[in-house]
Structures are given as C-alpha cells and as structure tokens.
C-alpha cells in the first residue's frame, strides 16, 4: 500500500450494514509511502495514526499533476 498525503484511506465494513470508513490522508509517516498514515475520519473529524490492514485500500485523488473530484458520501 502507499499514499500520499491528500489521499482517502477506505475501510470495508465489518458486519453486514455498515458503512464503510474513510479518511483523509494528512501524513505519510512510513518510508516510500507506506504506512503508519496520520489520517483525519470523513464522519467526525477526529484524526489518528493509523496502519491499515488488509480491509483497506487508498484511493489517490491525485493524478498525473491535478486534483481529482472528490466524492461526499452523505451518511
């Protein structure tokens, strides 16, 4: 997995009807893009550190030099 900062971190849910998570990435903190990312959650605000398993993928907002549209997922 890497990112860069700006990207979304996404988490599958765990149980059946549950949304999934997502988060901003603000801080790569590993090497080359890898994980711990220090993250800020899309639902409340709050930001953690955090290294993603295997229920989690990065969605890069950036690409070839321009930003790519966000989409706001209302919950």
């Known amino acids: 997995m890497k990112a860069v900062a700006g990207d979304r971190l996404v988490i599958r849910p765990h149980h059946l009807g549950e949304p999934e998570r997502d988060a901003e990435i603000l801080e790569v903190m590993g090497a080359d893009g890898a994980p711990p990312y220090r993250v800020r959650w899309e639902e409340d605000g709050r930001e953690s550190i ?11 907002l950036v690409e070839e030099g321009r930003a790519i549209a966000r989409p706001r997922v209302r919950r």
């Open 50 to 60: 955090i290294y993603p398993g295997t229920d989690a993928w990065v969605e890069h």
